[in-house]
């Protein structure tokens, strides 16, 4: 009985409002020309915009690599596209070792150099310990200036 | 995928209806046409791969956000600015006299007596008054499901409420409007 009622009332209150609503649609069907005309503009604009939208995520899907599957909006990459963007910070590593490695080198290089140029000297090393030596050597330094 | 004709259709069908309402909100007929633009525009470039069957929802809850945003716009504005527009002259753009509409195009349609004209012009300007009166989130339920004619389901989506909160909104909007419409004599 008392779903009946609530039926019923829901019914007249979706019928009354449907009514009210269907006076609105009669006066909206014809606006003024120029509140038409702009309303059409900005649809033609949006519907411009869409294909803009569209073309650029293909394009943008077509420059991440061959394989990726392409579907509009959503970019999945494939693994060829995941290998092709991983190639640059790869070098980059690569790269940074080289660098380490050139420069450990050199480093050695140039201690065998110094170790050498000690050794094959007629001074012995531990001359360089001294410190009668070392004043002896300021002292010179100072005159030969 | 809506197919750009599909866009097209879907958005000539409800860009009238979402102007009116648009205009039934804010008040003020060029921001109701940003605002449409603005949704058109927005449900173009970020949903245009939808099916079809998906648009009248989305469009109505971007609607509904554009609309909101220009409500908050509106009131940092005004609290920025004093109201110095209170005392600028109304009425060079921004009012929107429902019976020069129906004025207009009731010049085209020769045949009907000035009368009944006149009265159906009186009758929508009341109608469109009360719907003005009404709550926002009334309004705008009442408007989306029986307007729109989105079930209660989507017009709970589209307004981020419960669809129990949708029927109690309609309910008392109809409420209300069958009240008022009486008391000024007016049936539908």
């Not at chain 2, 719907?131 to 017009?155: G, K």
Request: glycine share 6%; proline share 2%; with cysteine.
């Amino acid at each position: 009985m008392t779903n009946s009622y609530q039926y019923q009332n829901q019914l007249a209150q979706d019928r009354l409002g449907f009514r009210i609503t269907a006076r609105l649609s009669d006066a909206t069907d014809s606006l003024p020309h120029d509140i038409s005309e702009r309303l059409r503009a900005a649809r033609v604009q949006a519907v411009g915009q869409r294909k803009m939208a569209l073309k650029y995520a293909v394009s943008d899907l077509a420059l991440s690599g061959g394989e990726g599957s392409v579907t509009f909006g959503k970019q999945h990459f494939g693994w060829w596209g995941r290998l092709a963007a991983a190639i640059p910070l790869l070098a980059l590593v690569v790269g940074l070792i080289a660098i380490n490695v050139i420069q450990d080198d050199n480093r050695d290089r140039e201690l065998a150099d110094i170790d050498a140029a000690l050794l094959t000297d007629d001074l012995p090393p531990e001359a360089y310990a001294d410190p009668g030596f070392l004043q002896f050597l300021k002292i010179n330094a100072a005159q030969d200036r | 995928m809506a197919s750009e004709q599909e866009l097209s259709d879907f958005l000539k069908d409800v860009e009238k209806r979402a102007f009116k309402r648009s205009v039934y909100h804010v008040r003020n007929v060029e921001s109701a046409l940003d605002i449409v633009q603005d949704s058109m525009m927005k449900l173009a470039v970020h949903y245009g791969d939808k099916p079809v069957a998906e648009l009248p929802m989305l469009f109505q809850r971007i609607l509904s956000n554009c609309t909101l945003d220009w409500f908050r716009r509106q009131k940092t504005r005004n609290a920025l600015f004093s109201n110095l527009s209170d005392f600028e002259s109304a009425g060079e753009d921004g009012e929107f006299d429902l019976l020069e509409t129906l004025n207009t195009q009731n010049h085209s349609d020769q045949t009907e007596s000035a009368e009944s004209s006149t009265q159906r012009a009186q009758t929508l300007h009341e109608i469109e008054s009360e719907i003005q009166a009404l709550p926002n989130r009334q309004r705008e339920a009442f408007l989306m499901r029986y307007w729109e004619e989105l079930d209660v389901a989507d017009t709970a989506a589209a307004m981020g409420c419960s669809e129990g909160s949708v029927k109690t909104h309609c309910s008392r909007a109809i409420r209300a409007l069958g009240k008022a419409l009486r008391a000024r004599g007016i049936k539908l």
